[in-house]
């Protein structure tokens, strides 16, 4: 029987990863913009970003790998990748917020040259963007309200009692969430922060996210929360986006991801925003 669920899980995730990919907001931005022929000039984004010296990076919060500390400020790993690609590079960069219902349509019209947010690649989005190479890929985690779920396993969680699961809106985490939780109520979240919060003071009963974050909050308020494996819920690839027509652009991305992996960079920010969970602090 759970095989059966799998393969339904499978069909409705590919068909509503269709419809994040295409949000109505995208396709009134690129209809007026003519969409990928948004680039800066002529020569495609690369030669502008030479020329001006400057690299627009879209990024929307999605922590671990991009989120606001309690400055205000940008951090996360992905933000640690385009800063250092940028430095690499010899370009100034210019953080350009923007959100998980307008990203693509943001990118397609040309509000900025890459997008860096932890994205998850699908066929369906690959219609609309391109994608560099993958540079990791995640499992789903649940992390939950000790005192809310008690003893409860996942079997109790997805036929017992209705709980309230946050996920971050407009996300395939989202679409995941709503297949095998939607006996629960699915509370879709734009702050991840806000929302841990609400789970540790209990208007929450949980959230699901890509792993590390579920876990990294589980260790770092051992009394207040704990996780459950879900692991079998799925797993994505991340990847940063450019516009399809900046393949230039994306060799260029694809290459500092060799270079800076053989460098050692790469591991070493994984160490801390992937592997520890040191940054929970800076939230």
Same mark, same amino acid.
């Given at each position: 029987?759970?095989?059966?669920?799998?393969?339904?899980?499978?069909?409705?995730?590919v068909m509503t990863s269709l419809l994040l990919a295409v949000p109505t907001t995208f396709a009134a931005t690129a209809d007026s913009t003519h969409a990928d022929g948004a680039s800066r000039?002529?020569?495609?984004?690369?030669?502008?970003?030479?020329?001006?010296?400057?690299?627009?990076?879209?990024?929307?919060?999605?922590?671990?790998?991009?989120?606001?500390?309690?400055?205000?400020?940008?951090?996360? =790993?992905?933000?640690?990748?385009?800063?250092?690609?940028?430095?690499?590079?010899?370009?100034?960069?210019? =953080?350009?917020?923007?959100?998980?219902?307008?990203?693509?349509?943001?990118?397609?019209?040309?509000?900025?040259?890459?997008?860096?947010?932890? =994205?998850?690649?699908?066929?369906?989005?690959?219609?609309?963007?391109?994608?560099?190479?993958?540079?990791?890929?995640?499992?789903?985690?649940l992390v939950l309200n000790r005192k809310a779920l008690g003893t409860d396993d996942l079997q109790a969680l997805e036929t017992g009692s209705k709980h309230r699961i946050g996920v971050l809106?407009?996300?395939?985490?989202?679409?995941?969430?709503?297949?095998?939780?939607?006996?629960?109520?699915?509370?879709?979240?734009?702050?991840?922060?806000?929302? =841990?919060?609400?789970?540790?003071n209990g208007k929450l009963d949980g959230l699901l996210a890509e792993q590390p974050l579920p876990d990294a909050f589980a260790k770092a308020y051992p009394d207040q929360l704990r996780t459950?494996?879900?692991?079998?819920?799925?797993?994505?690839?991340?990847?940063?986006?450019?516009?399809?027509?900046?393949?230039?652009?994306?060799?260029?991305?694809?290459?500092?991801?060799?270079?800076?992996?053989?460098?050692?960079?790469?591991?070493?920010?994984?160490?801390?925003?992937?592997?520890?969970?040191?940054?929970?602090?800076?939230?």
């Amino acid at each position: 029987m759970r095989f059966f669920r799998v393969l339904g899980h499978v069909a409705s995730i590919v068909m509503t990863s269709l419809l994040l990919a295409v949000p109505t907001t995208f396709a009134a931005t690129a209809d007026s913009t003519h969409a990928d022929g948004a680039s800066r000039q002529p020569g495609g984004s690369l030669a502008t970003i030479q020329k001006q010296g400057v690299l627009r990076v879209g990024v929307a919060v999605n922590a671990p790998w991009v989120m606001r500390d309690k400055s205000g400020q940008w951090v996360g =790993l992905e933000v640690a990748y385009v800063r250092q690609l940028a430095k690499d590079m010899s370009w100034k960069i210019e =953080l350009v917020p923007t959100t998980w219902a307008t990203a693509i349509g943001d990118l397609r019209a040309g509000h900025f040259d890459v997008l860096a947010s932890g =994205l998850s690649v699908t066929p369906q989005r690959a219609q609309w963007l391109k994608y560099s190479d993958s540079y990791g890929s995640f499992s789903l985690g649940l992390v939950l309200n000790r005192k809310a779920l008690g003893t409860d396993d996942l079997q109790a969680l997805e036929t017992g009692s209705k709980h309230r699961i946050g996920v971050l809106s407009g996300t395939v985490t989202a679409a995941t969430t709503k297949t095998w939780l939607g006996n629960s109520e699915v509370v879709e979240v734009n702050d991840e922060s806000q929302a =841990l919060q609400d789970v540790r003071n209990g208007k929450l009963d949980g959230l699901l996210a890509e792993q590390p974050l579920p876990d990294a909050f589980a260790k770092a308020y051992p009394d207040q929360l704990r996780t459950l494996d879900v692991s079998m819920f799925g797993k994505t690839a991340h990847a940063f986006a450019v516009r399809r027509n900046d393949q230039d652009l994306a060799d260029v991305i694809d290459a500092w991801l060799v270079y800076e992996q053989a460098a050692g960079f790469i591991a070493d920010r994984e160490k801390f925003w992937l592997e520890s969970a040191a940054w929970v602090e800076l939230m």
